[in-house]
């Protein structure tokens, strides 16, 4: 099964934009923890940074990837493998590429710097937003034929997940301001895993408690075991439901 | 030994494959003429299984493809156009191929990585490669594995003339270890020497499939591209 992968994640590894992207994250993440002095202030700027650029650069990369590899994918499937197979593969050499880029670049600073708990939700987010959006990547490539197509709606769906989004739930909260919106925002909070994301490491750092009473409601949460499980719950869903739907939509697909 | 009962293919308003019905047997090396867009690719990416047609089956050695694939492990296939990972070294993709499709060293047929000298540049990176050189290593790739079924998209296409003959001498070869060889080409003198049918496909629709010999009698025409030029005037006359 994984033999493929092996090939697929031996090529990207020698990218050179899978390269920057590392060194990228480590000059970031040094940086960051050699100019604050107190540590939680530079893991929540790098938290914010990695909200942003994750899921950025695996939905772009995945989908450049997904249609520079078009021939190959074709030429495998001219191969005894079937549809499954390869894309399974493909996403597996893709997601572990940007897996292993982001914990070179960001989980060494972090393991050397602040080893604890705070550090191991934030390499827990990071890898997890990337698994989900190399899946979404993955069923916006499948989906559109056209490169052009798909890298613009990669770039719709990083947009509406990191920007739009937030305005949304901002509105529904203000219009019914007047009833009690605690269980309902926490439910908004699992349809969109950058949300999701930050959530659960503010909790973990203690932060929580500027954000009112629905903050003390989100620290009951997520700050116990249930909690923990919940997110990585709805994450896993967010990494398995597109990967399946990507899969459906490649099986019946005519190359 | 491979036969096509009533397929057909739309995409969206053009019917790309309109009631194909046709049978192979080994040791044939069928051509597949037709103009642009007459449906030649698609036929052959059904056959191959990266189209999935609307209606009609395709048998390879007597059993329908479907959902398994290893019904491929018999067919070599040359695509018009091969790109390969960027980073990868072209010894690294044999050996690859070899690694899916899980052949024994024994087994494989080097004998086009040594006849187009590819085995010296076995350490050179894919994205460094000129296309004629790409296009040996689609061909070599096809024929690695000694597959009973070839299928070769514009095999001669950006191959000089020398490489080009290898591959022609190589075909040549194959048919006669009694293999089913299909074959699509513009250049209708490469086809010349080597065609044993012709299959002439225009707007989906299959005009013939005939023996090259019958063709050319039945038109008086010694070359096949005067063969098939007669044939389109008389459709034409007629239609």
Same mark, same amino acid.
């Given at each position: ?9 031996? *090529? ?11 060194? $990228? ?76 880029? $982001? ?39 499948? +989906?559109?034929? *056209? ?15 990191? &920007?739009?989004? *937030? ?6 909260? $203000? ?7 605690? +269980? ?9 895993? =950058? ?34 499980? $919940?997110?990585?719950? =709805?994450? &896993? &869903? ?16 005519? &190359? | ?15 790309? !494959? ?14 597949? /003429?037709? @103009?642009?867009?007459? %449906? ?5 990416? #059904? ?14 050695? %007597? ?21 390969? @990972? ?43 490669? #000129? %296309? %004629? ?17 070839? /299928?070769?998209?514009? @095999? ?26 299909? /074959?699509?080409?513009?250049? !209708? ?51």
């Amino acid at each position: 099964m994984f033999k493929l992968t092996r090939y697929v994640l031996y *090529d990207i590894l020698r990218s050179k934009v899978v390269i920057a992207y590392t060194l $990228f994250l480590f000059a970031v993440s040094i940086g960051l923890f050699q100019l604050e002095e107190n540590q939680s202030k530079a893991i929540l700027s790098l938290l914010n940074i990695v909200l942003i650029v994750v899921p950025l650069i695996s939905l772009i990369f995945t989908t450049i990837h997904y249609y520079n590899s078009y021939e190959f994918i074709e030429l495998m499937l001219s191969q005894p493998l079937s549809r499954t197979r390869i894309l399974l593969s493909e996403y597996g050499g893709v997601a572990l590429s940007l897996i292993s880029s $982001f914990m070179i670049g960001v989980g060494f600073p972090v393991l050397i710097y602040t080893f604890d708990a705070t550090g191991l939700a934030l390499l827990f987010t990071g890898i997890a937003l990337t698994l989900a959006f190399t899946s979404i990547a993955f069923l916006a490539s499948v +989906k559109s034929r *056209d490169k052009a197509r798909g890298i613009g709606s990669a770039l719709l769906l990083w947009f509406y997940f990191s &920007l739009i989004y *937030d305005g949304l739930v901002l509105l529904i909260l $203000f219009s019914f301001s007047d009833y009690p919106m605690e +269980k309902f925002t926490l439910f908004l909070s699992a349809l969109n895993p =950058i949300d999701l994301g930050r959530i659960f490491i503010m909790l973990k750092m203690d932060v929580g408690a500027l954000m009112g009473y629905t903050g003390a409601l989100y620290k009951d949460f997520f700050g116990s075991g249930a909690g923990i499980i $919940f997110t990585a719950g =709805i994450m &896993l &869903l967010w990494v398995v439901i597109p990967l399946l739907l990507a899969v459906r939509v490649f099986r019946k697909k005519d &190359l | 030994m491979m036969r096509i009962e009533n397929l057909k293919k739309r995409f969206k308003k053009l019917q790309a !494959l309109d009631n194909i019905n046709a049978m192979f047997d080994n040791g044939q090396v069928i051509s597949l /003429i037709g @103009p642009n867009g007459s %449906g030649k690719t698609t036929l052959i990416k #059904s056959i191959l299984g990266m189209v999935k047609a609307d209606e009609g089956n395709i048998f390879v050695n %007597g059993n329908p493809i479907n959902d398994d694939p290893s019904y491929r492990s018999r067919i070599g296939y040359m695509p018009q156009i091969g790109r390969y @990972p960027d980073n990868m070294k072209i010894g690294h993709l044999f050996r690859m191929m070899k690694d899916i499709r899980k052949m024994p060293e024994a087994g494989v047929d080097t004998d086009m990585l040594i006849r187009f000298d590819l085995m010296s540049i076995f350490e050179k990176p894919m994205r460094t490669l #000129s %296309g %004629g050189t790409r296009q040996k290593v689609s061909a070599a790739l096809a024929f690695y594995f000694n597959p009973d079924i070839l /299928i070769l998209d514009e @095999p001669t296409a950006g191959l000089d003339p020398v490489s080009s003959e290898i591959l022609k001498e190589k075909i040549m070869l194959e048919k006669m270890k009694n293999k089913l060889i299909l /074959i699509t080409s513009h250049i !209708l003198s490469d086809l010349d020497e080597l065609a044993t049918d012709v299959m002439y496909l225009q707007e989906g629709k299959m005009i013939f499939l005939k023996d090259i010999d019958t063709l050319r009698c039945e038109t008086g025409e010694d070359k096949l591209g005067k063969a098939i030029a007669r044939v389109m005037q008389r459709n034409t006359s007629l239609g």
